[in-house]
């Protein structure tokens, strides 16, 4: 099964904080069979957030976690017009990515978050997803430049 999915790409994120972000991302996963229980998939996301928030520079956030709800490394992408807070010092997250990875599989986790690292170091790249016009564009995007890079 693929990373990410049409399915797994909410163009329209709205919400008042990164804790109904994560909910409505995290949904997209449960509704794809991909996680088993949403709230404790949640407060793994939560836990990992206490850490240290997840928000980058440039308007981009990545929560992520290991998780024992997680069936399948997946990712989800959120875009938000008005920005949601993460924690990133310069401002709120247009462009958020929920990486999910099962319990025992860390090297995969780091595996995409390192090559979405990279990527998103490329302003082409944070700029093809921000003018994508439909979930099928963002979904080759990430396919060419983060899962088969």
């Known amino acids: 099964m693929s990373l990410i999915t049409e399915q797994q790409v909410v163009l329209d994120l709205e919400a008042p904080?990164?804790?109904a972000a994560s909910r409505i991302l995290a949904q997209t996963l449960v509704?794809?069979?991909?996680?088993?229980?949403?709230?404790a998939f949640l407060a793994d996301i939560a836990k990992r957030e206490e850490q240290m928030p997840?928000?980058?520079p440039?308007?981009?956030?990545?929560?992520?976690?290991?998780s024992a709800h997680v069936k399948e490394p997946s990712l989800v992408f959120g875009r938000s017009s008005s920005g949601i807070d993460w924690g990133a010092?310069?401002?709120?997250?247009?462009?958020?990515?929920?990486?999910?990875a099962?319990?025992?599989?860390?090297?995969?986790?780091?595996?995409?978050?390192?090559?979405?690292?990279r990527r998103l170091?490329?302003?082409s790249f944070k700029d093809s997803l921000r003018n994508a016009k439909d979930?099928?564009?963002?979904?080759?995007?990430?396919?060419?430049?983060v899962v088969n890079a």
């Open 58 to 66: 440039g308007g981009i956030g990545i929560p992520h976690c290991r």
């Open 89 to 100: 010092e310069d401002g709120p997250a247009t462009l958020i990515f929920m990486i999910a």
């Open 17 to 19: 904080d990164r804790q």
């Open 102 to 117: 099962p319990d025992g599989g860390g090297e995969e986790h780091l595996k995409i978050l390192a090559a979405l690292a």
């Open 54 to 56: 997840t928000g980058l």
């Open 135 to 145: 979930a099928g564009e963002v979904v080759a995007i990430v396919d060419r430049e």
């Open 31 to 39: 509704d794809a069979g991909r996680v088993d229980d949403l709230d």
């Open 121 to 123: 170091m490329r302003a």
